[in-house]
């Protein structure tokens, strides 16, 4: 790649450029923040001039860069930088790599990412037996999916969990006692945290992200949090370089709409004290969403089930929130100005979320509650009744394509817990966007890596095959449907056009083509007249590999060579 010179306008040609406004495009210039122009090779070898930059991509892609709709920045942080155990294939193997860290660590061992479903033994841990592996140490292993984990004696005993609720008695720790042990392990000084924060952004820009909704709440990390985040990642507070954007959620519930504005306002003044200057409402909490949970998670057992869980008879999940708190909340939200929504699993925890929307409309009325953009977060269990009901009162779902790739399918994580019927209709994608309900895509990391490729791969590939989406869909679900869910002032945000923002990832591909999911789409999508903008193709081992990542025409990542 030609060394580019800040404040001169960058002509990339040579490659395929994925644009509503050209679908045969192969360059584009960059001036400033904005894309000043898209069009052919030939055009472009007329356009250059000696005032440009010029980036040869050599037959590479470049299109609008990613956005993840649900992650948690410092907890994905220490999945990298901690025990990783999600390729762990038995309680075997957990101890083991336990057993290794304790003997070259010099705290708790911290962990992530196991999954007991997928392990011959079908349990987890013990404490006892992290006592042994761990030599005594201090050690917490969270579940994948983040609502639960299992601790050792020692740190149970140091928080005094025995009696608290959420603490299992064997190591096991949910609810209460596992938001405790959260707080303890995430309590971190600033500068800790800086680094961590610096250490999730890198990564993200390196896979091709440009902004994450962080779903901050109070059982996930602190208030505190997601204010050094937002002042980092969105004013430079503390930063080696540019970052993608966060938009930035906080899961607090409001009855009144004096309390929504009150979390906002706290938000913007412990902003303004890391910025030294006020805040405008631009620079403020998106909404009071994310994971304001309903119910918690399938695999530990947590999500709000109308019947039992099929491996736990009489175990229907917990529920956190009734239809009048959820109502309310909603109608604080929508009077506040703010986005409103929730963490929803369980089929009973959906009927909660329904019941309080239709309340909602009754309070504030159908048009306010439509115009709030309203959104709620996973929706993996749900009716087609329900999804006309998330039709009618305009709600967005912001969904996590990765756990059917994960859990879906014969013998996996939700026919365990739910039974063959049940698990069949997990996840119905293709049916959300039948209905018109709109759909943004994440990965909710660290519970699946973020890799946007694998999320529109896992899209194409449901285990449902009338719940599959082309290729096409699920990476505008991924760019300008996440800006969209999120209420970002620039509508062009997301696509590349003359005029609009130049924010894209260019990314190394093998082939390109139109990817419908097998089963799916009409023969007229696939032929070049159609003039549907190529992506890559997904059929194979390998994925797309980020070269650059830019956002609002500034780099945030290259990798070396290019």
């Known amino acids: 790649m030609s060394t ?45 001039d000696s005032s440009m930059d010029v980036v040869d991509l050599d037959g590479r892609l470049l299109a609008p860069g990613f956005v993840d709709s649900h992650v948690h920045l410092t907890e994905t942080a220490l999945a990298l930088s901690t025990l990783d155990l999600a390729a762990a294939a038995s309680l075997h193997e957990v ?55 299992v601790v050792s004696s020692s740190l149970a005993r140091r928080l005094d969990l025995a009696g608290l609720e959420g603490w299992l008695g064997d190591g096991r720790v949910e609810n209460l006692a596992h938001d405790l042990v959260r707080a303890a392990a995430l309590d971190f000084g600033p500068g800790r945290r800086a680094e961590l924060h610096r250490l999730a952004l890198r990564h993200a820009a390196s896979q091709g992200y440009v902004a994450l909704a962080e779903a901050n709440a109070e059982q996930v990390a602190p208030f505190d949090d997601l204010v050094r985040l937002t002042a980092l990642a969105n004013h430079g507070v503390g930063a080696e370089g540019p970052s993608p954007r966060v938009l930035p959620y906080r899961g607090e519930l409001a009855a009144t709409a004096g309390q929504a504005r009150a979390v906002a306002e706290r938000f913007d003044t412990a902003l303004a004290d890391l910025l030294g200057r006020a805040v405008d409402r631009r620079e403020s909490l998106v909404g009071l969403a994310g994971d304001l949970c309903v119910d918690g998670a399938l695999g530990s057992r947590t999500a709000a ?16 929130l009734d239809a009048a708190a959820v109502a309310a909340h909603l109608a604080a939200t929508t009077e506040a100005g703010l986005q409103g929504g929730f963490h929803v699993i369980g089929d009973a925890g959906m009927d909660i979320v ?60 939700y026919e365990q817990r739910l039974g063959a019927d049940r698990a069949a209709a997990m996840n119905p994608l293709a049916s959300f966007y039948r209905a018109g309900v709109p759909v943004a895509l994440g990965s909710d990391a660290p519970v699946v890596p973020l890799s946007p490729w694998e999320t529109v791969r896992a899209c194409l590939h449901h285990h449902d095959p009338d719940q599959r989406i082309s290729a096409r869909a699920a990476f505008l679900a991924s760019t300008r449907g996440a800006w969209r869910a999120a209420r970002h002032p620039d509508p062009m945000q997301g696509q590349l056009a003359p005029g609009t923002p130049a924010t894209f990832a260019v990314w190394d591909v093998e082939a390109l083509m139109v990817q419908q999911a097998e089963g799916t789409g009409s023969a007229w999508s696939t032929d070049p007249r159609a003039r549907t903008p190529l992506l890559p193709a997904l059929d194979g081992a390998s994925l797309p ?15 070396a060579g290019f």
């Open 354 to 413: 329904l019941e309080g929307f239709d309340r909602a409309e009754q309070l504030v009325g159908e048009r306010a509650l439509h115009s709030a953009g309203h959104r709620l977060e996973h929706a993996e269990m749900i009716d087609p009744e329900g999804i006309e009901r998330l039709a009618h009162h305009a709600v967005t779902v912001s969904v996590q394509p990765g756990f059917d790739a994960a859990w879906g399918g014969p013998g996996g994580l």
């Open 4 to 48: 580019t010179v800040p404040g001169r306008p960058v002509l990339y040609r040579n490659g395929s450029v994925y644009s509503p406004a050209d679908p045969f495009a192969t360059a584009v210039l960059v001036d400033g923040a904005r894309v000043a122009w898209v069009g052919s090779e030939e055009a472009a070898q007329s356009l250059q």
């Open 95 to 149: 101890l083991e790599a336990v057993a290794r860290a304790a003997r070259t660590a010099t705290g708790p061992v911290l962990g992530s990412g196991w999954d007991e479903s997928v392990w011959p033994e079908r349990r987890a841990p013990t404490a006892e037996e992290l006592d042994r592996a761990a030599g005594g140490r201090e050690v917490y292993l969270t579940r994948i999916d983040v609502h639960s984990g």
């Open 545 to 559: 590999v980020c070269r650059q990542t830019v956002l609002d025409g500034v780099e945030l990542y290259r990798s």
């Open 305 to 320: 089930l109308r019947a039992p869980y099929a491996d736990a008879p009489g175990d229907r999940g917990d529920r956190y």
